[in-house]
């Protein structure tokens, strides 16, 4: 498995207008722009530490364009990565600028395309189409470029319930199909938790915990967090607390009527 | 809270968008004075367009709007945003001065305030929303949670009549949804009328009375949340999930557990869990 080293160990700051030092959020997407190199290529700031990825290549000296290939990112907000007039250009964008041969290229888009399920928004304009479809259409531009890590900040934050449980699917078909590392920032904790092997925890710019999904859904940092917990963690707690219950919690709702039986 | 006394009427509302798409069709719609409704359907369904109705940002191709009795056709859209206050999906397409206290400020200039009344306003309600640490920073510059607490302060500081959000736990953490819960039962406690869009089943189960269903530019139900948000059909036909509790309860009975209820909420599944497992430690 491909894996990101150090990242926990990077501290970021953003510099403010009037220049104080100061963390925002809890650090999130900063994080997520460090493992591109977005930090410290693109925003500029105060930035120390070190990101290397599996082939020993670092987000400092290699350039954005060559990282992109590596690991692809889907922000939150597709409209800020959605430039092309329609839907099919902009899926070939990414792949026109790194010079794939045209028969590759069509390839890949329809691969990308029918695993998307937007056949029949290929003609239409980016801006004209809903958010859930526009998020799916980022998705797509990301997945041509056949990132060896595919990094997605609240990819599901635009979508109805159906179509976000679809696209966590999908990822996790992805993920299974072409053995890539998927890391996603969420706040659906419900959707995701079945699907994930490992949880980062952060608070005020810091990892707090980085371990195994059952292991840190049942620590203290999880239940302290301003978390959306599922509701079914939210339950089990509570008969935990009573001392119904004395197995971990599950994160699935199949795990949980298991640990019922 | 609630009176019976319709603040909104909608009757038999059509909107074409100018590129032909039928956004609106024969919409009926009353909701009382102090309500809290929630608004569901999938993307697409017609929902933003039904609120985008409310403070005149379109115009209805057919059909009548009331607010308090008053037809809203003639009426400006600054007359209809002093009585209908909108919280959009993505704050920054609301957010653009270059501080969060210019925001507010800008906000509050459009319902003639002298300026000391200003500087009071905007202070107690920077206070009330913990942004006040946030006072000169551009609104550019806050986390994702910290912009949409702007622009909801930025429409509650003028304090109209009926808010509507459009999906306000998105991209929210559990303290700051906390924070939001708390803020509706407060404006409730003032008689405020409030309309939510969301497509958390979660949040709308346990919190939202009444839910109006959406699909395909009509209401295809509307009713007690408990019951339209159960209703297998509907939810298959509207791109919603069943609640969790609900799942959760069906793959107990699948497994041979007992049924006791039809729909089931939180409370009644702890209850029910508790039980279960009561009577397995009492066997033991």
Redesign the interface.
Same mark, same amino acid.
């Given at each position: 498995m491909t894996r990101l080293r150090n990242a926990s160990r990077v501290r970021v700051y $953003?510099e403010? +207008?009037?220049g104080r030092k100061n963390e925002?959020?809890s650090g999130k997407?900063t994080l997520i722009r460090c493992m591109n190199g977005l930090i410290p290529q693109f925003y500029t700031g105060y930035y120390k530490g070190k990101v290397e990825l599996w082939n020993g290549r670092n987000t400092v000296e290699t350039p954005i364009a060559d990282l992109s290939t590596e690991i692809g990112i889907v922000f +939150?907000?597709p409209e800020n990565q959605l430039i092309a007039m329609n839907v099919e250009h902009e899926i070939a964008f990414g792949l026109e600028n790194l010079g794939i041969p045209i028969k590759e290229i069509s390839k890949r888009i329809k691969e990308s395309v029918s695993l998307t399920e937007i056949e029949h928004i290929l003609d239409k304009a980016p801006f004209e189409l809903?958010?859930?479809?526009q998020q799916r259409v980022a998705i797509a531009s990301i997945l041509v470029l056949e990132p060896k890590i595919l990094i997605l900040d609240?990819p599901t !934050? =635009? =979508?109805?319930?159906?179509? !976000? $449980?679809k696209i966590i699917n999908l990822l996790n078909e992805i993920k299974n199909e072409k053995n890539i590392t998927i890391i996603i920032s969420e706040?659906r904790l419900?959707l995701l938790l079945p699907y994930t092997q490992e949880i980062i925890l952060m608070k005020c710019g810091s990892v707090i915990e980085h371990g195994n999904c059952e292991k840190v859904i049942n620590g203290k940092n999880f239940q302290t967090l301003? *978390?959306? $917990?599922?509701? &079914?963690y939210? &339950?089990f707690n &509570? *008969?935990k607390n009573?001392n =119904?219950?004395y197995k971990n919690i599950p994160a699935s &709702?199949?795990e !949980?009527?298991r640990s =019922? $039986? | 809270m609630t009176s019976e006394i319709p603040i909104i009427m909608m009757r038999d509302i059509d909107y074409i968008y100018p590129n032909g798409t039928e956004a609106l069709k024969k919409i009926n719609l009353n909701i009382s004075k102090g309500e809290l409704v929630g608004i569901m359907g999938k993307n697409g369904a017609g929902k933003t367009s039904l609120i985008r109705t409310l403070n005149g940002l379109i115009k209805p191709t057919q059909g009548n709007i009331y607010i308090e009795n008053e037809n809203i056709s003639s009426k400006s859209i600054a007359n209809l945003s002093e009585k209908v206050g909108i919280i959009f999906q993505n704050p920054f397409h609301q957010l653009f001065a270059n501080s969060v206290e210019d925001e507010i400020k800008f906000s509050l200039k459009s319902i003639s305030l002298d300026k000391e009344k200003i500087q009071i306003r905007t202070d107690h309600i920077l206070n009330q929303f913990d942004l006040e640490k946030y006072r000169t920073r551009s609104p550019l510059n806050l986390s994702g949670g910290e912009s949409k607490k702007l622009a909801i302060a930025s429409i509650i500081c003028r304090d109209p009549d009926i808010i509507v959000f459009d999906e306000p736990t998105l991209g929210q953490d559990a303290k700051e949804i906390e924070f939001f819960i708390n803020l509706i039962k407060n404006e409730r406690k003032r008689s405020k009328t409030i309309i939510i869009i969301t497509h958390n089943i979660e949040f709308a189960y346990e919190y939202l009375p009444r839910t109006i269903l959406m699909a395909d530019g009509q209401i295809i139900a509307d009713g007690p949340t408990k019951e339209v948000l159960n209703n297998e059909f509907l939810i298959s036909n509207t791109s919603l999930v069943l609640p969790q509790i609900q799942q959760f309860y069906f793959a107990l009975l699948e497994q041979g557990f007992q049924e006791v209820v039809d729909k089931m909420s939180k409370t009644e599944m702890i209850n029910y869990l508790r039980n279960i497992l009561k009577k397995r430690y009492s066997k033991i």
């Amino acid at each position: 498995m491909t894996r990101l080293r150090n990242a926990s160990r990077v501290r970021v700051y $953003k510099e403010e +207008q009037d220049g104080r030092k100061n963390e925002t959020g809890s650090g999130k997407t900063t994080l997520i722009r460090c493992m591109n190199g977005l930090i410290p290529q693109f925003y500029t700031g105060y930035y120390k530490g070190k990101v290397e990825l599996w082939n020993g290549r670092n987000t400092v000296e290699t350039p954005i364009a060559d990282l992109s290939t590596e690991i692809g990112i889907v922000f +939150q907000n597709p409209e800020n990565q959605l430039i092309a007039m329609n839907v099919e250009h902009e899926i070939a964008f990414g792949l026109e600028n790194l010079g794939i041969p045209i028969k590759e290229i069509s390839k890949r888009i329809k691969e990308s395309v029918s695993l998307t399920e937007i056949e029949h928004i290929l003609d239409k304009a980016p801006f004209e189409l809903s958010g859930g479809e526009q998020q799916r259409v980022a998705i797509a531009s990301i997945l041509v470029l056949e990132p060896k890590i595919l990094i997605l900040d609240e990819p599901t !934050a =635009l =979508l109805d319930p159906y179509m !976000a $449980k679809k696209i966590i699917n999908l990822l996790n078909e992805i993920k299974n199909e072409k053995n890539i590392t998927i890391i996603i920032s969420e706040h659906r904790l419900d959707l995701l938790l079945p699907y994930t092997q490992e949880i980062i925890l952060m608070k005020c710019g810091s990892v707090i915990e980085h371990g195994n999904c059952e292991k840190v859904i049942n620590g203290k940092n999880f239940q302290t967090l301003s *978390l959306n $917990k599922p509701v &079914i963690y939210s &339950i089990f707690n &509570i *008969l935990k607390n009573e001392n =119904l219950y004395y197995k971990n919690i599950p994160a699935s &709702i199949p795990e !949980a009527v298991r640990s =019922l $039986k | 809270m609630t009176s019976e006394i319709p603040i909104i009427m909608m009757r038999d509302i059509d909107y074409i968008y100018p590129n032909g798409t039928e956004a609106l069709k024969k919409i009926n719609l009353n909701i009382s004075k102090g309500e809290l409704v929630g608004i569901m359907g999938k993307n697409g369904a017609g929902k933003t367009s039904l609120i985008r109705t409310l403070n005149g940002l379109i115009k209805p191709t057919q059909g009548n709007i009331y607010i308090e009795n008053e037809n809203i056709s003639s009426k400006s859209i600054a007359n209809l945003s002093e009585k209908v206050g909108i919280i959009f999906q993505n704050p920054f397409h609301q957010l653009f001065a270059n501080s969060v206290e210019d925001e507010i400020k800008f906000s509050l200039k459009s319902i003639s305030l002298d300026k000391e009344k200003i500087q009071i306003r905007t202070d107690h309600i920077l206070n009330q929303f913990d942004l006040e640490k946030y006072r000169t920073r551009s609104p550019l510059n806050l986390s994702g949670g910290e912009s949409k607490k702007l622009a909801i302060a930025s429409i509650i500081c003028r304090d109209p009549d009926i808010i509507v959000f459009d999906e306000p736990t998105l991209g929210q953490d559990a303290k700051e949804i906390e924070f939001f819960i708390n803020l509706i039962k407060n404006e409730r406690k003032r008689s405020k009328t409030i309309i939510i869009i969301t497509h958390n089943i979660e949040f709308a189960y346990e919190y939202l009375p009444r839910t109006i269903l959406m699909a395909d530019g009509q209401i295809i139900a509307d009713g007690p949340t408990k019951e339209v948000l159960n209703n297998e059909f509907l939810i298959s036909n509207t791109s919603l999930v069943l609640p969790q509790i609900q799942q959760f309860y069906f793959a107990l009975l699948e497994q041979g557990f007992q049924e006791v209820v039809d729909k089931m909420s939180k409370t009644e599944m702890i209850n029910y869990l508790r039980n279960i497992l009561k009577k397995r430690y009492s066997k033991i």
